[in-house]
Each structure stands twice: as C-alpha cells, then as structure tokens.
C-alpha cells in the first residue's frame, strides 16, 4: 500500500521529533533522521550496527537547496545535479556547517543527493529539512527493496516506515567524488558511467584511489546469509551441481542461455536480460535465497557496461574476498 498524505505528514512529525523513519527511494529504501540533529543520526547508526566512521547520505528535496548543505560546490556537482536529479545520483562534496560530523562520520566532504521517488519528495517537502539516510537495512546485509524488507529486518527499531513499492531502480545510486581536481566513481549505481561520461566529456575513473572510508567498497557487504561464490557463465549449472551433491542447500543465478534442463539445485533463478530488470531483481533474488533455506549461492557475473556494472560490483561484494589458494 503507497504512502497517504496523512502518513507522510506523520513520518515528517517523526522526523521532527528526532525519530527515525524508513522511506522508498528509486534506488532502495533509506533508513531517515533529521541530518541536522547528531543525536537522531546517532540512533541511526545504533540500529543499523553501522560504524560511526562510515558516513551517510543526506537526501534533500531540490538541486536549488545544494548550495544551503555544502561549501564551495564546483561547476562539476552543478552540472551533474542539474542533469540528474532527482535520481540515483550521489555527490561527494564539502560540508557546509549545518551538516554536523555525526553525519559525515567526522569528513569534511559529505555526500548529497535528490532521490527520485514521488514518496521521498513528498517527504521531504514536508519536513522541510534533509535527512541522512543509509540502506534500511542492518551493517553489511542486503539493501531492502521493498517496505516488507525492511519490517522483517528492522521492525520495531523504526519508528515509522513509509510505504511505496518496490523500488524502480534496485540498486544504491551512484557516487561521485567532485571534490578533487577530476571527478571519480565511488560506487557503481543507478546512473551509468556511460551516461555519466556523456555529460562530462570526459573518461571516470570507478573505484579510484580515495581518502574515504566507502563500506560498500568493503568485503562481504551487501550480502545475504548464505555464501555467495562466482563463476563463469558457463560453469555455473557445473559448480551448483558439485555443490548440492556435497550436501549444500544452492541458490543460483543464472542467464538463461546458459540454464540448461534440469538442474540439480535447491533453487534456480534464471536473471533477466535486461540489467534494468535484473538490477531492480537483483536483492529480492538473494533475499528469496535465504528465505528458501539456500547455504550457497551460484552467481555469474554480467558484462560490466551499464547496469550491469553495479550489478557486478554488488555480486562481487556479496562474495566478499576469494580464499587463500
Ligand atoms: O541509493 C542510495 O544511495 C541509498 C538511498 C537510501 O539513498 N543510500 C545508500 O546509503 O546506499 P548507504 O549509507 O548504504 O551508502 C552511502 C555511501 C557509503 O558507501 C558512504 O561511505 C558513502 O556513501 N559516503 C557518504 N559520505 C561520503 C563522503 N563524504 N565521502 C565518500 N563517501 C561517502
Ligand atoms: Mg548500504
């Protein structure tokens, strides 16, 4: 059921009174606090088992309100806001002094974006702050798709949680550095390096050499319970096969030209085409794998040009580091 009125009216008071509210964005839901008050971000960290070191996003309702959060913002961050918000575009930029260092995990940059989802807007318009907000989900684990998500996960931790669907996009944003002399990618996300690329007229650089602590840049994040292994598109049907007859419980994800007949499996999902579609799918899919019981997951890894960049970062993540040889 999408958000009422009323009920964005109600999240807004609960963010007033230094609540935390779980709201839909494009990308994910984000777990939301007043980003001007250190003790509800502090609460934020608190619930998720976050590091206080590890910085958050502050959603804010318009790319005419960036200049009120952060100092000094370059001709780069204009540009790209200007193109691409509202929507899954995250940017790194400095910190202007009503951010407090609760939500910056003590940088002097902060990250800031417009989300692209009519409930968030609305939110935000109505509270009429920013809000800092991570993945609503605990340190570490899959981000949440949909408010069933983050209920199972969260629960009563939440003060309130806004409903409006399953997310668009499925994937977090993407983040830009725009702080140092070139612009780099953070994080693979929502909007593609491609389309990013063909703003700037310029090549970016993905997961640059950077000062800051990213945990999406960590091992063993965005993972589901069951272990997560990689391999080729076609030895994946081989290596679930081999798994299931040692006695493992094996989710996979596989493209359908590599599918085969009947696999010996627990669970099997053949990934759509699409890396729009498949992005959007891609954490309810490991989420479904736990709920099944699956101990081990079986995953390929996409070509990494558009979506399916941050589809592979985020499988690659799961994975977590190979094991000595
Ligand atoms: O799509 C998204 O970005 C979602 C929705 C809710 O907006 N949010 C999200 O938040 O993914 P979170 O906390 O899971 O990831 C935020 C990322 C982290 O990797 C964090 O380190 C990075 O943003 N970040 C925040 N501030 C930063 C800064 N000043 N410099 C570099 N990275 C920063
Ligand atoms: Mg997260």
Redesign the pocket.
């Known amino acids: 059921m999408t958000a009422t009125t009323s009920d964005i009216d109600k999240a807004a008071g609960v963010l007033r009174a230094g609540g935390l509210v779980a709201f839909p964005?494009?990308?994910?839901?984000?777990?939301?606090a007043d980003a001007e008050d250190p003790t509800a971000v502090t609460r934020i960290f608190q619930v998720k088992g976050?590091p206080p070191t590890?910085?958050?996003?502050v959603?804010i309702g318009g790319v005419e309100h960036l200049s009120d959060w952060a100092e000094d913002v370059p001709a780069t961050a204009r540009l790209l806001a200007g193109r691409f918000w509202p929507g899954?575009l995250?940017l790194?930029v400095r910190?202007g002094h009503r951010v407090p260092l609760e939500t910056?995990?003590g940088?002097e940059?902060?990250?800031v974006?417009v989300?692209g989802h009519p409930v968030a807007l609305a939110l935000l318009s109505a509270f009429g702050g920013g809000v800092a907000?991570?993945?609503?989900?605990r340190f570490g684990s899959v981000?949440p798709t949909t408010a069933g998500h983050v209920r199972a996960e969260l629960g009563e931790a939440v003060d309130f949680v806004l409903d409006g669907g399953p997310c668009e996009?499925g994937?977090?944003?993407t983040?830009v550095?725009v702080?140092g002399d070139v612009p780099s990618v953070?994080?693979p996300?929502?909007v593609t390096r491609e389309d990013l690329q063909a703003v700037l007229g310029r090549p970016l650089a993905v997961h640059s050499a950077?000062r800051?602590?990213?945990?999406?840049?960590h091992p063993s994040h965005y993972a589901p319970r069951a272990r997560v292994v990689l391999a080729e598109p076609q030895r994946v049907i081989a290596e679930a096969e081999r798994a299931q007859d040692l006695g493992h419980q094996v989710g996979v994800l596989v493209p359908q030209p590599f599918a085969g007949a009947a696999v010996k499996a627990h669970a099997v999902v053949m990934v759509p085409g699409s890396m729009a579609a498949y992005a959007r799918r891609l954490y309810g899919f490991l989420r479904e794998f736990d709920g099944q019981g699956c101990d081990l997951i079986v995953a390929s890894l996409p070509v990494e040009e558009g979506l399916g960049l941050a589809i592979a970062n985020r499988l690659r993540r799961a994975a977590g580091p190979r094991p000595a040889e």
């Open positions: 964005t494009e990308t994910v839901y984000g777990l939301g976050r590890h910085p958050l996003i959603h899954p995250t790194v910190r910056t995990g940088l940059t902060m990250a974006r989300p907000a991570p993945s609503a989900n981000s996009v994937v977090e944003s983040i550095d702080t953070l994080r996300g929502g950077s800051v602590r990213v945990p999406g840049r």
